[in-house]
């Protein structure tokens, strides 16, 4: 029994200290403006004073959920065609995808601005959900995921006349269902604490998602700014509590091939 | 049987974070609903004029009533409504300027009318308030004062407030029993939840149009101020 | 036939990678190798030899380096060592691998308030130094920068490296190991002959991984220093940013080029590691 107990110390010390932010933003957003203490007019201007907040909050899950949903598809499509349907060049785009996935988003983020620009789509969420969908991150998951499906279960469903869609979605996708979640939660983290491209390009305040808005709330607001801040982390703590058993499997398996 | 008993375990996880998961975002979009109408009833009404237009000694003066004027640390500073860009719609902001004010015989003031923001020749300007107006603060001009209201309808008021809440808490306890049926992929209950939210939401809607609430009746702060209400019962009271 | 149809397949996920990623990327290379307002002409190696002279590009690669010198090694080898150490969990392991992962999934502004209310001018560690009798100051604004810096990467992606390499262990069938035992090995015996060898592709994987994260601690430093951060946590990604906010988009370019040029090494020494460990384990 004592050595059970023991065995216990060093990841509950690593736990609680990993979480301390969520803690300590916890006991922030308790805390008084005008006079200290105890107090939930933070909770109370968030949830029901005033409906900005909660109404950028869900703008921008809705904007996470569009890039998350199509950055899962573009990646199941092409990550499909480059492990199964080995096409002319294939390897290369791979090898070309996976070099860009490193490369921070600094390196294309002033063309994308005169492009995006040519489109008039600058000071729209659009200028960060196209790109987002397109994140050579997805496709080249998806082909890690997808070249580790035997080739034999390809082959059946092309013998049995089955088209090239319904073979990316009820074949491949169902064998790598965890690796598809796990691209989605990834994806969908990502576009949630997206940062450089949100201030690059939009213009002011007023149109910036949850993420950015976060920082930019007065620093005397401190307990809106902390409610804000659990706020943000609902949406992803439910994905990772819901996905959890994909997540752990996704990430454990998919990458071994 | 150990494989069956993980498999349990997952799917038990699953379905407590989906309930845990739905009430947390059923009670998100149920309070941004109802902070709009909250935002809305907590606005500060006032009253606005636009003054009366003097000439004296070849200048031109504005007169209006004292209580346009407010104080701050001794100087005198008027509060006037512009109207500016809103969450929805355009709303009137209040903004303050300090001016050199002359008083008049009849209990007017008046302003030079250089030192006021004119806006088309003209400024509305507030000198009536149900509390005390802030600079930035988004407010609803009324054309007439409200009718102070009995004790008894303040009464019904309330009790209509109230029973919103307990109708609202309960209806929503059951909205989300039907919503997380969903995990369970059983739709035609789910969509009953669905349903049922969006009837919840019209009848709110229907009840807020109807139950015009005077700003007076309440609180300065927050609309959960029990302290406040209780006072103004017992002040009803006492009238 | 069904090479023909791949390309279909891949049509949309293709032509995203090239208009918002590759072309993007070919003009900056222009960009690089190309000089003028308005016009622009053709300089060759003329804007990557100015940049290496440049006294700020030269601060931002130093620190780079050095930020990924010191915290990429110790992230990779202390998750090694500690999704060792926590292999005999069963039980409440899949509650600690989750709480070890969460710090990847915080929002960025929730890190960025804990940090300030760690090393800020009201913070933990000045309340600390204040009871001790010392001064404190505002510490994300001093040198000191580097190692909050360094700290905040670690806390992030511990947690991410415990989980890919205590998954990867655990793959490790376990008769190896109690026969390993019953010949009368010492522990770093067996690691050295039979956890390394078949960790090794997976460490290089995470070695990839913790490189492409030191480009995402970009964020926090950006959030807690602004453009002109203290000069320890002046990063390259600073001086692009700050390029950009200038209009200077040589500089820009330039950087980029050279980055992707460090990338593509990498990567191929990388490759080059894995094939050869892949044909060592072959024998």
């Not at chain 1, 064998?175 to 949100?198: D, K, Y």
Request: hydrophobic share 50%; glycine share 8%.
């Amino acid at each position: 029994m004592r050595a059970k107990k023991r065995e216990y110390l060093l990841p509950g010390i690593l736990s609680a200290a990993v979480l301390v932010p969520v803690f300590y933003m916890a006991a922030c957003s308790f805390a008084g403006d005008e006079s200290p203490g105890f107090s939930l007019m933070g909770y109370y201007t968030v949830l029901f004073s005033e409906p900005g907040y909660l109404l950028r909050f869900w703008r921008s899950l809705a904007m996470c959920g569009v890039i998350a949903a199509g950055q899962s598809l573009t990646g199941c499509m092409g990550g499909a065609a480059i492990a199964k349907y080995r096409f002319a060049g294939s390897k290369v785009l791979a090898i070309c995808m996976a070099v860009f996935m490193i490369l921070p988003v600094q390196a294309t983020l002033l063309p994308n601005y005169i492009f995006l620009d040519r489109l008039h789509l600058l000071n729209s969420w659009w200028a960060l959900i196209l790109p987002g969908i397109f994140a050579p991150f997805g496709t080249v998951w998806m082909a890690f995921a997808f070249r580790a499906i035997p080739g034999e279960v390809s082959e059946a469903a092309e013998m049995d006349g089955a088209g090239m869609l319904s073979h990316v979605f009820h074949i491949l996708i169902p064998a790598a269902r965890p690796a598809v979640i796990t691209l989605f939660v990834l994806s969908f983290v990502e576009s949630w604490n997206m940062v450089e491209q949100p201030v690059t390009f939009l213009k002011g305040v007023r149109q910036y998602p949850m993420s950015v808005f976060l920082a930019s709330i007065d620093i005397d607001r401190l307990s809106v700014q902390a409610v804000c801040g659990i706020l943000c982390l609902a949406p992803v703590t439910f994905l990772f509590f819901y996905y959890q058993q994909e997540l752990l499997d996704g990430i454990g398996e998919s990458i071994w091939s | 049987m150990s494989m069956q008993t993980i498999e349990e375990k997952n799917r038990k996880a699953k379905r407590r974070a989906f309930k845990a998961g739905c009430a947390v975002f059923l009670f998100l979009g149920v309070c941004t609903f109802l902070s709009v109408w909250v935002q809305e009833m907590m606005r500060n009404e006032v009253m606005t004029t636009q003054g009366n237009v003097q000439t004296k000694a070849g200048e031109s003066w504005v007169a209006f009533p004292a209580s346009a004027i407010v104080w701050k640390d001794g100087e005198p500073r008027i509060q006037y409504v512009h109207r500016e860009e809103g969450l929805f719609e355009r709303e009137w902001i209040v903004h303050e300027k300090r001016v050199p004010v002359m008083e008049e015989e009849d209990g007017a003031v008046s302003v030079p009318a250089d030192e006021l923001p004119m806006d088309s020749g003209k400024v509305d300007m507030i000198y009536q308030a149900v509390y005390p107006a802030e600079e930035g603060e988004s407010v609803e001009i009324i054309q007439e004062e409200t009718k102070t209201l009995s004790q008894r309808e303040i009464r019904g008021r309330y009790a209509g407030l109230l029973g919103f809440l307990v109708f609202s808490m309960a209806v929503l306890v059951i909205i989300w029993k039907k919503l997380c049926f969903f995990q369970e992929r059983r739709w035609q209950e789910g969509m009953k939840g669905v349903v049922l939210l969006l009837l919840y939401l019209v009848i709110s809607s229907w009840c807020f149009e109807r139950m015009r609430i005077p700003r007076e009746i309440l609180p300065e702060e927050q609309i959960f101020d029990v302290v406040f209400y209780l006072k103004n019962l017992s002040l009803a009271k006492l009238r | 036939m069904k090479k023909k149809k791949g390309i279909v397949l891949a049509a949309p996920a293709i032509l995203g990678f090239l208009a918002f990623y590759f072309i993007p990327f070919l003009i900056m290379g222009w960009y690089s190798v190309s000089f003028g307002m308005g016009k622009r002409e053709f300089v060759g190696v003329q804007n990557f030899t100015e940049l290496f002279q440049n006294r700020m590009f030269l601060l931002a690669l130093k620190n780079t380096l050095q930020f990924t010198g010191i915290a990429v090694p110790v992230v990779l080898f202390g998750a090694l060592g500690l999704s060792i150490c926590l292999q005999r969990l069963a039980r409440g392991g899949q509650v600690m691998r989750l709480a070890l992962f969460y710090p990847l999934l915080i929002p960025i502004g929730a890190a960025v308030l804990g940090v300030q209310a760690l090393w800020g001018q009201d913070g933990l560690v000045n309340w600390f130094l204040a009871r001790l009798g010392q001064r404190g100051e505002d510490w994300i604004h001093t040198s000191a920068a580097f190692w909050i810096l360094c700290i905040l990467y670690w806390w992030k992606f511990l947690g991410y490296h415990i989980l890919l390499f205590f998954v990867r262990i655990q793959m490790i069938p376990r008769p190896y190991y109690e026969y390993a035992r019953l010949s009368g090995a010492a522990n770093g015996t067996i690691f050295r002959k039979i956890t390394w060898p078949l960790i090794f592709p997976t460490f290089l994987f995470n070695l990839l991984l913790a490189l492409m994260n030191v480009f995402k601690c970009y964020r926090e430093a950006f959030l807690l220093g602004g453009n002109y951060p203290d000069s320890s946590v002046y990063l390259l990604q600073h001086f692009m940013n700050n390029s950009f906010q200038n209009l200077n988009y040589q500089k820009m370019s330039t950087v980029s080029v050279s980055m992707l040029a460090v990338i593509l090494a990498t990567a191929l020494a990388g490759y080059c590691a894995w094939k050869f460990s892949a044909s060592k384990r072959n024998d």
